[in-house]
């Protein structure tokens, strides 16, 4: 199997060398880009033949090719590098640029991998939507299709049980469980009452109705019996049936 290089896809590298970090300034970053051991330098560029012959950098404009050049910098920590293709002194067509963040070398991306680059992402993030929504979805020939969630019994389970909300009673009912409850509480009357909730229920006191005097019991006594003993009046018998003369 062959091994991917990875100049094949400079997006995924970078490169650094510790030595010059603390020294980097707009004067050297150029220098410090064209190291040899740089993997994102050609070294067949316009600036390798200006730095072999010892020119000033002043001397890209007259030249053709692909050249290198500081686009912008930010002291200490930005430093933007351009790649572009000189075809005049006054029309490049730029390449690739470069950042250099805290010394460390990364090459920007293009347009297209960005988008490219989020759209896959979001197709990613749809289909796997798709995937979890299917394993939630069951059938059956009687039933046909529906949801069952994996925390829906847990739910269920945790959620309290709502009690049934019971129908207002009748004004007829009303009435007539008053009347009943009055009646009771004439025929039983309590024997103890509570003030307030929480407080020790007190005895109700019965007044007791006073008794008749016992000479007047015992007449009441004597009459019945009285009555009881005086004769009944003899009942006159059916008068008889005489036979019909014909």
Not at 67 to 92: D, F, G, N, W
Not at 158 to 166: F, L, N, V, Y
Request: glycine share 4%; hydrophobic share 35%; with cysteine.
């Amino acid at each position: 199997m062959a091994s991917v290089d990875l100049r094949d896809n400079p997006l995924g590298i970078s490169w650094v060398d510790s030595g010059w970090v603390p020294i980097l300034n707009p004067g050297n970053v150029l220098d410090y880009f064209s190291e040899r051991s740089n993997p994102f330098y050609d070294r067949t560029c316009n600036n390798e033949v200006v730095k072999m012959q010892r020119l000033t950098l002043e001397h890209l404009n007259q030249m053709v090719g692909v050249e290198y050049i500081l686009l912008h910098a930010q002291e200490p920590i930005l430093y933007i590098i351009r790649k572009q293709q000189r075809q005049s002194a006054t029309q490049v067509i730029p390449l690739a640029d470069y950042y250099i963040i805290a010394g460390v070398v990364y090459q920007a991306p293009d347009l297209g991998t960005v988008i490219g680059s989020r759209v896959l992402s979001a197709v990613h993030g749809i289909q796997s939507a798709f995937d979890e929504a299917m394993s939630y979805c069951r059938y059956h020939p009687s039933k046909g299709y529906w949801w069952h969630f994996k925390d829906q019994e847990e739910r269920e389970k945790a959620k309290p049980k709502s009690k049934k909300k019971e129908e207002p009673s009748s004004l007829f009912q009303r009435q007539r469980v008053d009347t009943l409850l009055l009646d009771l509480r004439s025929k039983f009357p309590p024997t103890f009452y509570q003030p307030k909730p929480g407080e020790k229920p007190i005895p109700v006191e019965v007044k007791k109705e006073p008794e008749p005097p016992t000479e007047a019991v015992k007449q009441e006594e004597r009459e019945p019996a009285a009555k009881s003993s005086a004769p009944a009046p003899p009942s006159k018998p059916p008068p008889e049936k005489r036979a019909r003369l014909q």
